[in-house]
């Protein structure tokens, strides 16, 4: 993972001591029936662990010399398979639900100022409903998701966005959007509630890591379709072994019969489906993504082509000075010098930025202003340029035909190198500034698009996993193209606006691609609604963050990557342990029907290639193997299969090997060491 | 000798491919509306076919309709068969004067016939008359399998177009398939088998004189016509009881080559038209790969099971341990496991061999091949549709595994198929081991059941496995002409049948309507090597997964008995 992906790791909910804890109640409390016949696999061996316990009672009471014991034991583990699934969900849904608490906590005692006419009422923000308006000062919690109506002040997010410089909020369109939870640090905001208590997305995201409300996602459901169908076939296998046993004048007991079948059936994935959902909706929840719906995430992971806007995700947010290129007859040190006088009071980043490239490559200092007698100009959108004006001095900067205007003014020419200068800079996506002193033109300073750190390697590793990045920019296609160029982006849409961003997305989709894009602009909505994963940016507009269905609370772009990394993550881990359960049955086979059969047909003894000590340790072995084995591969539901960014081929080629041919290999070693230990321990 | 064999077992497979693949192109080409050399001869008599009938063959059809039309058209064919069989005593073509068939078995050939199984629940010789050999059976070998590669065609359709409802034409496929590729072949077929001496003729029953001088009568009849399409349309259901064993019906070594060959040859030539259909010719492959690996691997097993035969024989001296037992002499023990691979494999079921008379594990694999779904070339049409089945299996399962929601040919794999792919497979499997086990505990189940213990288990798996596979060979040991065995096998096939071909129309309409994702670094390759190892570990794991416990009751036991000097 990126380093920006540990960054945003650092929120980390363990697993603790009381969410374990907390967990194996809720194991027990999900046995109801109502909430087991959710998960169908599961539901089977609950079914099959009643059955047992009933026939041990009914044993119990009739006497004879049935093996209680060895039923009992079968029964026992067949309860806690059932358990450990239940545990498994719980631990995913309770590491969420912590996650969400952590954020919710800050809304649940709060109170609000109701503003109702002009009289302020004090209420329970859950009691505020969508449309009431409350006034939020220094120092109050905001009391849900609204829009600023009036006022302005600064309020700190960092409850939710983890990011800790204050951000002002007011009436405008880019800044009126505030979340329940937030404070407000100076000055005060009337607040229109956007949402009804229980619908903020806090709570939205809460209800999704809960189970109970948690809706299948479409590949969920057709893999337990397959589970079911596996299931069944299995069922009529061992149904259909009873009236065969009988033929061949054997009696196998019915509960022998329930442990063959809960060995068979899919129970690891299907104990470990919906915690692996859980987990991934948890995973994109810890980098500070609320994803609307579980299919999103799900979605993610079938993305094959990115949008990707190229101010702040593929490039700093701001142009940075790299280089001076002097005119004819004009030192480098000189034009650094001049450049940097008139940048000193300049505080944008770019201004910034001309400051340190003057420091780094001439040791130029910072000065005294007041000493020098300097007296800044400005930028001002009607000049185009700002600068310094000291004794005997005039230096300005700005864009070319700006300082040309003011140089012919006073007299100066531009020289055809500085022009020629100019158009290079253009050409290669970057923005000269022209540097004059009075009629003198100094030279150009070259500002350039920073390509993020990593983002090259980044791409690369993207299009080695197949997916097509393509950036989206307003600038001309002669800049944008540098610039994608140097980042290494696939394709650039240039000169990109709401409509032609939609149609892109459209051509795409039409070719049967899957594209996801972030956006915050209202303008970005349409192409939002319009992409098959759309992560909308926190800082973004209202209007946006409907479009979108995901929405990143930190408002940082290059997230989307990791977002896609989390879906691929999530099908991965699914795939990975299906295959593994289900080459798991080879070697319970090779347990189960020696052992069930070795009294009617002393043969079949070769095929208890395990050489496991009796039928019934061997049973056992196999019914333990299988419960144990769900509770072993929690934690690698809950982290996800590891991934990384190279070709299917290549990804398939480890996986088959890690779970296809791990899955053949290491039931048969372990089977054989739980029947040492039973047999050592003599429990059967 | 091992090795002269082993190199006529390698010969076999490879002319099989050799001729496969031109008329692999040849058949895509006729689906497609290509122009082929047939055309001038054959495009009047298709225009014909479809004025006399009335049917609009370039209207589209949605995979409702297509179904719907398809079980009309087989309904239509079965009830035909039933009262051509049960009438058959009135009508002419009938020189023995065979009375009309017994309704019980009336209905399971007529069900055997008309779903591609041609179980037999009588001798031919002794219950059929010529009438009903040309005019039923011989009809219902050639509809059976142009059925079989209609329903191909259609899911071939769900696979290519993108974005429509309509998979095509029912008597389109129809009339093309027999055509162009069944009518040709059979007739070309009958002329090389007639003239290796294969009988064709309507005449009565000859009685001869044995040099014993015992009185003998030789069944005769338009048997080489009738083998032709049983070989080429994968049915299997033999002129003579005897099938394939019978000197009218496979008279030369030359024959037994060439019947072998036909057998596999449209199964194996529509692997490689699915890959010129679908546009790389790498998927045929591939699939044409997985089917081979589990060929090889089922061939030589029985062979060397076959081969190594019984030690109990071996012990008392009198024959070599091989066993030859019910085998034609004529043919030997390599034909004979060839014949049953490749007969099981597709859903032939014809036979040159008893199988009952196999070693247990020689037999083992036959019945395997067949409750696998008979995907190893399979039937005509149907082996590579029920192959189809376990790609979109094995793409989903593994699929899964590179991070993305599964895609076939750039069709996403979602809940409807997988829900209509798992119904493919479940339906047989249940009606087979519904079937056996109902047997096996009733009495009119167990009564017919000639040897005891697992053979007999073995026997009785075989024939449901023979019925729900729609493969049609039986493991003989089994009196199955009882209205028990004639009834609930004929209605194990019609459900193996179309449990099947339904759902895998449900996948065709559902693919059609999808939109067709590009391949890319990030798709899971399906025409790789590895793709044909991973298809073939699915298909054995789930299919031997399925029948594991009911086999280890039945051959597998009986193998290890045997080595250990028991036999039943």
């Known amino acids: 993972m990126s380093q920006d992906a540990h960054r945003h790791t650092t929120r980390k909910t363990g697993l603790g001591r009381d969410l374990i804890l907390a967990a194996v109640k809720d194991a027990f409390v999900k046995l109801d029936p109502r909430v087991q016949i959710r998960n169908p696999v599961m539901f089977v061996v609950a079914v099959g662990a009643v059955l047992t316990t009933l026939f041990i009672i009914r044993d119990a009471a009739g006497g004879g010399n049935r093996p209680v014991f060895f039923n009992f034991q079968i029964a026992a583990w067949l309860w806690l398979t059932v358990l450990f699934a239940n545990f498994a969900e719980a631990v995913a849904e309770g590491r969420g639900r912590a996650q969400a608490d952590q954020l919710r906590k800050s809304r649940t005692e709060t109170m609000a100022k109701q503003l109702i006419g002009d009289k302020q009422r004090i209420v329970p923000a859950a009691d505020l409903r969508k449309g009431d308006v409350a006034l939020v000062e220094a120092g109050d919690t905001m009391p849900g998701d609204g829009q600023v109506i009036e006022g302005i002040a600064s309020v700190d997010e960092s409850a939710v966005t983890g990011e800790s410089a204050p951000v002002i909020r007011e009436p405008s369109e880019e800044r009126r959007d505030v979340v329940g939870g937030t404070r407000v640090l100076s000055d005060w905001i009337k607040v229109r509630i956007t949402t009804d208590p229980g619908e903020s997305f806090l709570d939205h995201m809460i209800g999704l890591v809960e189970g109970a409300k948690r809706q299948k996602t479409p590949n969920e459901i057709a893999l337990t379709i397959l589970l079911v169908g596996l299931t069944i076939i299995f069922l009529l296998a061992v149904v259909t072994l009873e009236p065969f046993a009988m033929y061949s004048k054997t009696v196998v007991s019915v509960p022998v019969l329930i442990a063959l079948l809960v060995c068979l059936i899919p129970t690891t994935i299907g104990g470990l489906l919906s915690a692996i959902g859980i987990a991934g909706m948890d995973r994109v929840l810890k980098h500070n993504v609320v994803a609307m719906s579980g299919r999103a995430v799900e979605a993610a992971g079938d993305v094959d082509t990115l949008l990707l806007d190229k101010t702040g995700t593929i490039t700093l947010g701001n142009r940075m000075a790299t280089e001076f290129r002097p005119s004819p007859g004009v030192g480098e040190e000189e034009l650094a010098d001049a450049a940097q006088l008139s940048s000193l009071a300049d505080d944008t980043p770019e201004g910034r930025s001309i400051v340190v490239l003057a420091k780094n490559r001439f040791q130029i200092r910072e000065r005294d202003i007041h000493g020098i007698g300097a007296a800044f100009i400005p930028f001002s959108a009607h000049t185009r340029m700002s600068g310094v004006d000291l004794p005997g001095r005039e230096i300005r900067k700005g864009a070319a035909d700006a300082i040309e205007e003011y140089v012919k003014g006073k007299g100066g020419t531009f020289s055809p190198e500085v022009t020629a200068d100019v158009e290079k800079i253009a050409k290669q996506g970057g923005t000269p500034l022209v540097v004059a002193d009075a009629h003198n033109v100094l030279g150009v300073i070259y500002l350039k698009d920073i390509i993020k750190g990593g983002m090259k390697e980044r791409f690369a590793q993207m299009r080695e996993a197949g997916i097509k990045t393509i950036m989206v920019t307003g600038d001309n296609p002669l800049t944008a193209a540098a610039i994608a160029a140097e980042a290494g982006v696939d394709d650039f849409l240039a000169e990109a606006n709401p409509e032609n961003k939609l149609e892109l997305i459209r051509n795409y989709q039409a070719d049967g691609r899957l594209v996801a894009m972030t956006g915050d602009g209202t303008n970005d909505a349409p192409a939002l609604a319009q992409a098959d994963v759309a992560v909308a940016m926190h800082s973004g507009t209202q209007a946006a963050k409907e479009a979108g269905n995901m929405v990143d609370l930190d408002s940082n772009p290059t997230k989307l990557l990791e977002i896609v990394e989390i879906g691929k993550q999530l099908l991965m881990t699914r795939g990975a342990l299906t295959t593994f359960s289900v080459a798991n049955d080879v070697a319970k086979y090779f347990a189960i029907i020696p052992a069930i059969f070795i009294a009617a047909y002393p043969q079949l003894a070769v095929l208890n290639v395990m050489r496991l000590a009796r039928p019934q340790s061997a049973i056992l072995s196999a019914v333990i193997f299988n419960a144990l084995i769900i509770i072993a591969l929690v934690p690698l539901a809950l982290r996800g299969v590891a991934y990384r960014p190279i070709s299917a081929d290549a990804v398939l080629r480890r996986n088959i090997l890690i779970y296809g041919a791990g899955g053949l290999i290491v039931p048969f070693i372990f089977i054989k060491l739980i029947d040492l230990s039973i047999v050592a321990l003599g429990l059967a | ?568």
């Not at chain 2, 029985?302 to 019910?326: K, R």
């Open chain 2, 1 to 568: 000798m091992v090795a002269g064999e082993t190199l006529r077992m390698a010969s076999y497979v490879g002319v099989v491919l050799v001729l496969a693949a031109p008329l692999g192109i040849y058949m895509a080409r006729v689906f497609t509306r290509d122009k082929t050399f047939l055309d001038p001869v054959l495009c009047p008599i298709e225009r014909l076919i479809y004025r006399l009938c009335a049917v609009d063959a370039d209207k589209e059809m949605n995979w409702k309709e297509y179904a719907l039309v398809l079980l009309i058209f087989n309904g239509f064919g079965f009830v035909a068969l039933f009262l051509i069989q049960l009438l058959q005593g009135l009508l002419p073509l009938n020189p023995q004067n065979l009375a009309g068939v017994e309704p019980t078995v009336a209905f399971n050939t007529a069900a055997s016939f008309m779903t591609n199984t041609n179980w037999q629940a009588y001798g031919g010789e002794s219950t059929m008359s010529y009438l009903t050999q040309m005019a039923g059976l011989t009809v219902q070998n050639f509809l059976s399998a142009a059925v079989g590669i209609a329903v191909l065609l259609a899911l071939i359709r769900g696979l290519t177009r993108k974005t429509t409802d309509e998979i095509g034409n029912f008597w389109f496929d129809l009339t093309r398939s027999l055509l162009w590729v069944l009518i040709p072949l059979s007739v070309a077929f009958t002329i090389f088998l007639a003239s290796q001496g294969a009988i064709q003729n309507v005449g009565a029953y000859k009685t001869v004189t044995t040099l014993e001088g015992a009185k003998q009568t030789i069944a005769m009849g338009p048997a080489a016509s009738q083998v032709a399409i049983k070989m080429l349309g994968t049915n299997g259901g033999g002129f003579f009881n005897a099938n394939s064993a019978h000197p009218f019906e496979n008279p030369t070594p030359l024959t037994t080559f060439f019947e072998l060959v036909a057998i596999l040859l449209i199964p194996a030539g529509l692997v490689f038209a699915y890959g010129k259909m679908v546009g790389d010719l790498r998927q045929g492959y591939v699939i044409l790969g997985a089917m081979l690996l589990l060929f090889a691997t089922g061939l030589g097993v029985t062979y060397a099971a076959e081969h190594y035969g019984n030690p109990q024989i071996a012990a008392v001296h009198v024959a070599q341990p091989t066993a030859m037992e019910g085998k034609e002499v004529r043919c030997g023990v390599a034909d004979s496991a060839l014949w049953a691979t490749a007969t099981t494999g597709a859903s032939s079921g014809s036979v040159n061999s008893m199988h009952d008379s196999f070693t247990p594990l020689g037999g083992l694999v036959p019945m395997l091949s067949i409750q696998l779904g008979e995907v190893v070339f399979g039937g005509v049409g149907a082996g590579l549709y029920g192959m189809l089945v376990f790609v979109f299996l094995t793409v989903f399962i593994v699929g899964l595994m590179v991070g993305r929601t599964p895609e076939y040919l750039g069709k996403k794999i979602e809940s409807w198929e997988v829900k209509m792919a798992v119904l493919a497979v479940l339906i047989p499997s249940a009606t087979i081991l519904l079937g056996a086990a109902t047997a096996v505990i009733t009495r009119a189940g167990t009564s017919p059941i000639l040897n005891p213990g697992p053979h007999g288990l073995s026997e009785v798996l075989y024939a449901f496995s023979s019925a729900g596979g729609n493969n049609g060979s039986a493991f003989a040991g089994l009196n199955a002409a009882t209205p028990f065995y004639t009834i609930l096998t004929g209605l194990g096939m019609l459900i193996g049948r179309f449990g099947v071909i339904v759902p895998v129309l449900a996948i065709a309409g559902s693919l059609a309507k999808k939109k067709a994702v590009p391949a890319g670094p990030g798709t899971f390759h399906t025409n790789s090597g590895l793709f044909a190892g991973l298809l073939a570990g699915v298909i054995l794991i789930i299919g031997a997964l399925t029948f594991f416990p009911a086999l280890a009751l039945g051959p597998i036991v009986e193998q290890l008995a045997m080595m250990a000097g028991t036999s039943f």
